[in-house]
């Protein structure tokens, strides 16, 4: 079955830059390239919330919190999404989950991503 798994994520200052990476196992690289890909978070009593996503096109989204610092790609050939986050707040705190579906639209919400990872945390201090 297909599996997420994050990691780079850690501690760093405000203002710091941090590059978190998601790779999926389970599944060819052609039904990865395929993937709709997308970050969420969730900081501590607050709902999930979306980030970013991309998709095999070439498209992304950001939420209006991060566009201009955080910057999603992806490496198809290595079965792998990346999220560059730059200029680093303390409202960027957060554990932070990789999401995968099939299809090529952009959702902002959780719901239509079938596969998950166990999430990275963030932590920005002042």
């Known amino acids: 079955q297909v599996q997420l798994v994050e990691s780079g994520g850690g501690l760093v200052q405000a203002g710091g830059s941090l590059r978190l990476s998601c790779t999926a196992s389970g599944l060819t690289f052609s039904r990865f390239s395929r993937f709709t890909m997308a970050w969420f978070r969730q900081a501590p009593g607050k709902e999930r919330e979306f980030v970013a996503a991309?998709?095999?096109?070439?498209?992304?989204t950001y939420s209006e919190s991060v566009k201009d610092r955080f910057t999603i790609s992806r490496d198809n050939a290595k079965s792998t999404a990346y999220l560059q986050m730059n200029s680093l707040k303390l409202d960027d705190t957060a554990l932070y989950y990789c999401a995968a579906t099939d299809g090529a639209l952009l959702w902002k919400v959780p719901t239509p991503y079938n596969y998950w990872g166990q999430g990275t945390q963030v932590t920005v201090s002042s």
């Open positions: 991309n998709n095999l096109r070439g498209g992304s």
